[in-house]
């Protein structure tokens, strides 16, 4: 596992954005994992945030592209964050753009804040974690219909691997219907293996019986 995914796992155990027990999710399933990225609302915390957004970004997309797109809302955060450690960490120094969930009709009208896109444009959409995937079909829509610029991928921060209502994840579907390639920074078989390490746990308190809880889940849930 390359450094800044270790990193950025522990990042989300340092700031309690990663927890273990008993959690129900949406879907109705009893998940012994949970994420919450809204845990990471301080400075330091989206800095570093953007850091590991723009790592996975360096390490996985070599196409150029021009601009970094966030979803509203949770997304707004992360393409700010990104842009800003893009060039301050690896001096790549591209646009923002991001949606209002409601087009204005007075001042700087339109549903898009930031640059303005077109087909000439090549964008990386940053999000947070991909449940049944809803917000990113919208995201992809309004891109169609506000420029329809080249996307070239979606970076996420955790990829539960995790069965939708089929035998295949959101992740999958979107990928396979609408041809875009996903890039999350870590996934559960990443996390697997750091809580492996016995002093990583003890370090945050985790029993060895927890990795078989999640092993468990994925074998009921899990896609490959």
């Known amino acids: 596992m390359k450094e800044y995914k270790k990193e950025f796992i522990n990042f989300l155990l340092e700031s309690?954005?990663?927890?273990?027990?008993?959690f129900t999710l949406k879907s109705g399933r009893l998940s012994p994992y949970f994420l919450n990225t809204g845990m990471l609302y301080t400075g330091e915390a989206i800095n570093r945030l953007g850091n590991f957004y723009a790592s996975a970004i360096v390490d996985n997309i070599k196409d150029q592209y021009s601009s970094i797109f966030g979803p509203a809302y949770k997304g707004i955060p992360l393409a700010i964050a990104t842009v800003n450690s893009l060039y301050a960490d690896y001096k790549i120094?591209?646009?923002?753009?991001?949606?209002?969930?409601?087009?204005?009709?007075?001042?700087?009208?339109?549903?898009?804040?930031?640059?303005?896109?077109?087909?000439?444009?090549?964008?990386?959409?940053?999000?947070?974690?991909?449940?049944?995937?809803?917000?990113?079909?919208?995201?992809?829509?309004?891109?169609?219909?506000?420029?329809?610029?080249?996307?070239?991928?979606v970076v996420i921060s955790v990829d539960r691997m995790e069965k939708g209502t089929g035998e295949k994840s959101a992740i999958q579907e979107i990928s396979e219907s609408a041809n875009i390639n996903f890039f999350p920074i870590v996934n559960i078989l990443d996390i697997l293996e750091f809580l492996k390490d016995s002093a990583l746990r003890e370090k945050f308190g985790i029993k060895s019986e927890m990795i078989t809880k999640m092993e468990e889940y994925r074998s009921k849930y899990g896609v490959a």
């Open 93 to 153: 120094n591209v646009n923002y753009s991001f949606n209002r969930k409601e087009a204005k009709d007075h001042g700087d009208m339109g549903l898009i804040v930031g640059k303005t896109l077109s087909k000439s444009d090549s964008v990386i959409i940053v999000d947070d974690v991909i449940t049944a995937g809803t917000a990113v079909r919208e995201t992809i829509d309004i891109l169609e219909n506000q420029g329809n610029p080249k996307i070239l991928g």
């Open 16 to 22: 309690n954005s990663l927890k273990f027990g008993e």
